[in-house]
């Protein structure tokens, strides 16, 4: 086990005003912006926001307010939270003073900040990290949406998913088609359409699988959840929709939607399901979806193997439990490893090896807090609980994974990709027998990292948020 300390400015955490969360927003700002009326204000809004909404405070920018900006709105949403969107209740951590403080606070940093403009793509498009020589290639721009995941197709085509719902293609030429036939979604807090895999066999029968928040209405509300779609890809549309896996049970909260998804030499798909923000009630039970990796066949099957098939009071697709929100998947090409990272909440975001029918502890064991500053559990290790390779404190919000293969990044070969959508950069971890043995930041405030994936074409592509962004890292001599 090891322990990554990064000391940085403003340790935080997190509490929603907005439709913003921490795994989704993005932006760079100036950093002059003489914020500070009460030494108070500040140092809470430190402590308790701006993991968030940012340190200093760029996160505001491009909002959507769901509950109004005037001080009483804010006073409230601190003061009661918003435990169906993600925000906790602050009634315990400030008193009545304090939160009138912090609303003061924040409304000045709002009209500062409005001062600014921001832009996801970085100043310079050459970086030095970890003894290589990075030139970022543009290789598509979603402008006002996000790109969740990506996937290669053949003929120097790709497939991008937009949270917003839309599906597109890149065409060799470099512009950007939507693909009709996508699933309908809930675009709201962290929903959307999030990752897209193609089958191994893709060549043959255009299998696309595509990660979702499903919907439905109630008499007692609007609810949502993970589910899996696979369809045919043909030409510019999708055909042939089935949803293979709805997660169970629905939730009214509007995060942690885990998605992410990975299929084996065998066929298997795995795929994660955050907790959907219930950590009491879901990642310790074996007889719901959330807070768990699952295994299928390529159809929604269950195959044979599964470590709780046939258990009672147990979902037959479940391959590990215990998880909050994994965001990064990957399969090591060279062990046939299952890795994860997954967000921590104030503090504790980890990097697993998945194992059948592991335990990884959420939230009977964490490096975490609770956003507004007590304990969640007052152990960290625990007997039957698989513990993080690797964890991060202070959160860094992890997004996307890959493992390095191939020769063109020789420094970084074997070595763990994760983005940090918090601190805006590429994480590396070289890990040997299991153990991590070094850690570097790579590609420094290149913006909020949602997704790392590496081509057939053997170069490494991420994308970042705000406008969308998709860079190819190509390895080049030093920039003179």
Not at 330 to 352: C, Q, S, V
Request: aromatic share 10%; with cysteine; hydrophobic share 35%.
């Amino acid at each position: 086990m090891f322990r990554y300390l990064m000391i940085l400015s403003g340790l935080a955490s997190s509490f929603f005003l907005f439709d913003l969360f921490s795994e989704e927003k993005t932006g760079t700002i100036a950093t002059n912006l003489e914020l500070t009326d009460s030494a108070r204000a500040e140092r809470n809004y430190a402590s308790f926001c701006a993991s968030c909404h940012g340190e200093k405070m760029d996160a505001f920018v491009d909002r959507r307010w769901r509950h109004g900006q005037a001080g009483p709105d804010l006073f409230k949403a601190i003061k009661q939270g918003y435990p169906d969107e993600g925000m906790p209740s602050f009634d315990t951590a400030f008193t009545d003073q304090e939160i009138n403080e912090l609303v003061e606070y924040i409304q000045k940093g709002i009209v500062n900040v409005e001062r600014y403009q921001f832009n996801a793509k970085p100043a310079t498009n050459y970086f030095s990290s970890a003894g290589m020589n990075i030139r970022l290639d543009t290789i598509a721009r979603l402008n006002n949406d996000i790109a969740w995941g990506m996937a290669f197709l053949p003929n120097h085509e790709m497939l991008i998913t937009g949270r917003s719902g839309k599906l597109y293609k890149r065409l060799p030429d470099g512009s950007l088609q939507t693909v009709q036939g996508a699933p309908q979604v809930l675009a709201e807090g962290q929903g959307g359409l999030m990752d897209v895999v193609l089958h191994p066999a893709f060549n043959e029968n255009k299998w696309v699988y595509l990660s979702y928040s499903a919907y439905k209405r109630t008499d007692s509300g609007l609810y949502s959840t993970t589910a899996i779609m696979r369809a045919k890809l043909e030409g510019d549309k999708l055909v042939e929709q089935q949803d293979i896996f709805e997660a169970l049970p629905y939730s009214r909260t509007r995060h942690h939607y885990g998605s992410r998804m990975v299929f084996d030499k065998e066929g298997h798909l795995y795929f994660s399901v955050g907790e959907r923000g219930n950590e009491k009630a879901n990642p310790q039970n074996l007889a719901n979806d959330l807070g768990k990796i699952h295994r299928i066949k390529d159809d929604g099957s269950i195959p044979a193997g599964n470590p709780f098939a046939g258990q009672e009071n147990a979902r037959a697709s479940i391959y590990s439990y215990g998880h909050r929100n994994p965001q990064g998947m990957a399969l090591d090409p060279a062990t046939g490893l299952l890795w994860i990272n997954e967000h921590g909440p104030r503090g504790g975001d980890e990097i697993n090896l998945v194992k059948k029918g592991a335990n990884y502890g959420w939230p009977v064991a964490t490096y975490g807090i609770n956003y507004n500053g007590t304990v969640i559990s007052p152990r960290s290790v625990m007997k039957g609980i698989e513990p993080p390779v690797v964890y991060w404190i202070p959160s860094i919000a992890p997004s996307g994974m890959a493992i390095v293969t191939g020769d063109r990044y020789p420094a970084w070969k074997g070595g763990v990709l994760t983005g940090s959508l918090r601190f805006k950069y590429l994480n590396l971890s070289i890990i040997r027998n299991g153990k991590p043995v070094k850690e570097e930041m790579l590609l420094k405030n290149v913006g909020r990292m949602r997704d790392v994936r590496m081509g057939p074409d053997g170069y490494i592509y991420i994308s970042v948020e705000n406008p969308g962004y998709i860079f190819r890292l190509v390895p080049v001599e030093k920039k003179s």
